[in-house]
Nanobody, 123 residues
Framework: QVQLVESGGGLVQAGGSLRLSCAASGRTFSTYAMGWFRQAPGKGREFVAGIGWSGDPRYYADSVKGRFTISRDNAKNTVYLQMNSLKSEDTSIYYC????????????????WGQGPQVTVSS
């Protein structure tokens, strides 16, 4: 069993930055691919970024490439999402997710989900 607890959401102006963190419980964190998804009001949940258990490979949605960076620290059981050059369209609830396979995570499958902090970007 893995529990995911996110932090770092909030309100930021367009062009600003935020870093989300997702702390996982359990000793098997390093065996999971990790990812971030988001869901805006009235829209479906979409894949944002994913990272393999060793730190590679990494995948990004086209809408965030070059602006967002996913990373992980297996010693701290934590995955991060650094978000730069934020736009109003990045406003969403962001969810941390874990799955045994990165390929499955990329298409929305997840064994575990976090609670989803709100990120609001004001223009």
């Amino acid at each position: 069993q893995v529990q995911l607890v996110e932090s770092g959401g909030g309100l930021v102006q367009a062009g600003g930055s935020l870093r989300l963190s997702c702390a996982a419980s359990g000793r098997t964190f390093s065996t999971y691919a990790m990812g971030w998804f988001r869901q805006a009001p009235g829209k479906g949940r979409e894949f944002v970024a994913g990272i393999g258990w060793s730190g590679d490979p990494r995948y990004y949605a086209d809408s965030v490439k070059g602006r967002f960076t996913i990373s992980r620290d297996n010693a701290k059981n934590t995955v991060y999402l650094q978000m730069n050059s934020l736009k109003s369209e990045d406003t969403s609830i962001y969810y941390c997710a874990a799955h045994g396979r990165l390929s499955s995570l990329r298409v929305g499958a997840s064994d575990y989900w976090g609670q989803g902090p709100q990120v609001t970007v004001s223009s």
